[in-house]
C-alpha cells in the first residue's frame, strides 16, 4: 500500500542552524500539508500547498518558515534558523482531491 | 484555528472492555476524523465521517458524526491490548485544513 515517507527520522541540530525536513507524498497525490506536535500536545496545521504554490498557512508558519517542491516527488519544509521552541515531530501529509489526508511517520526535530 | 475539546484525556483499560470517548467543538466541520498514534509513529486514519448524523463501523470501532455538527464519538468494542496508544479526533472544514483534539491516551490496566 502507498504511504508518506519522511526523511530524517530523527535530526538534531544546533540553535540558529538551518534544517530542511523531507517528504515524499504518495505519488498521484496533490495537495501537501506540514503539521507541527510538541511533545505532549496536539498536532497543529502549519501550511497546505498546492499547484506549486502555498494555499493557506497558520500564525506559527512565519518568515523562518519555507516550503518547496523542488521536483515531482519530494515536498520540503525548511527552517532558516532554527529556535529551541521548533523543537517538534513534524508530520507530512498528503491526498488527492475530495478524499482525506495521510500522514507520514514524522520527523523528530531536536534544536539544542 | 478551531477549538476541539476531547474527553476523556486518558483512561485504563482492561482487555475484553469497551472503551469510548469524544470530541465537541464551538464550530461545525464538514468532516470529522478519528486518528490513532503509536508512540514514534505519525497518526494513522482509523475512520472518517463525511455526514452529519452518519454512523459508522470499521472492524470493533464505531463512530459517530453528530447531527449539531459539532461533536462525534469513538467506540472501541472488546478492546485487546494492541489498542493502547493515543486516539485523535480531527475536524474538517471546505479547505481541508485538520484541526485536532488534545487526544485521549488509552493504557491497559495491569
Known amino acids: 500500500e502507498p504511504e508518506v515517507t519522511q526523511t530524517p527520522s530523527h535530526q538534531v541540530t544546533q540553535m540558529g542552524q538551518e534544517v530542511i525536513l523531507r517528504c515524499v507524498p504518495i505519488?498521484?497525490?496533490?495537495?501537501f500539508y506540514w503539521y507541527r506536535q510538541i511533545l505532549g500536545q496536539k498536532v497543529e496545521f502549519l501550511v497546505s500547498?498546492?499547484?506549486?504554490?502555498?494555499?493557506?498557512k497558520s500564525e506559527i508558519f512565519d518568515d523562518q518558515f519555507s516550503v518547496e517542491r523542488p521536483d515531482g516527488s519530494n515536498f520540503t519544509l525548511k527552517i532558516r534558523s532554527t529556535k529551541l521552541e521548533d523543537s517538534a515531530m513534524y508530520f507530512c501529509?498528503?491526498?488527492?482531491?475530495?478524499?482525506?489526508?495521510?500522514f507520514g511517520p514524522g520527523t523528530r526535530l531536536t534544536v539544542l | 484555528g478551531q477549538q476541539l475539546n476531547q474527553s476523556p484525556q486518558s483512561m485504563f483499560i482492561q482487555e475484553g472492555e469497551d472503551v469510548s470517548m469524544n470530541c465537541t467543538s464551538s464550530?461545525?466541520?464538514?468532516?470529522w476524523l478519528w486518528y490513532k498514534q503509536d508512540p514514534g509513529e505519525g497518526p494513522v486514519l482509523l475512520i472518517a465521517?463525511?455526514?452529519?448524523?452518519e454512523l459508522t463501523s470499521n472492524g470493533r470501532l464505531t463512530a459517530q458524526f453528530g447531527i449539531t455538527r459539532k461533536d462525534s464519538f469513538l467506540n472501541i468494542s472488546a478492546s485487546i491490548p494492541s489498542d493502547v496508544g493515543i486516539y485523535f479526533c480531527?475536524?474538517?472544514?471546505?479547505?481541508?485544513?485538520?484541526?485536532f483534539g488534545a487526544g485521549t491516551t488509552v493504557t491497559v490496566r495491569a
Open positions: 501529509a498528503s491526498r488527492v482531491a475530495g478524499d482525506v489526508q495521510f
Open positions: 465521517l463525511y455526514k452529519a448524523g
Open positions: 464550530s461545525i466541520f464538514n468532516t
Open positions: 480531527a475536524g474538517q472544514l471546505n479547505d481541508y485544513k485538520l484541526s
Open positions: 500547498f498546492y499547484n506549486n504554490e502555498i494555499s493557506e
Open positions: 505519488s498521484n497525490h496533490l495537495y
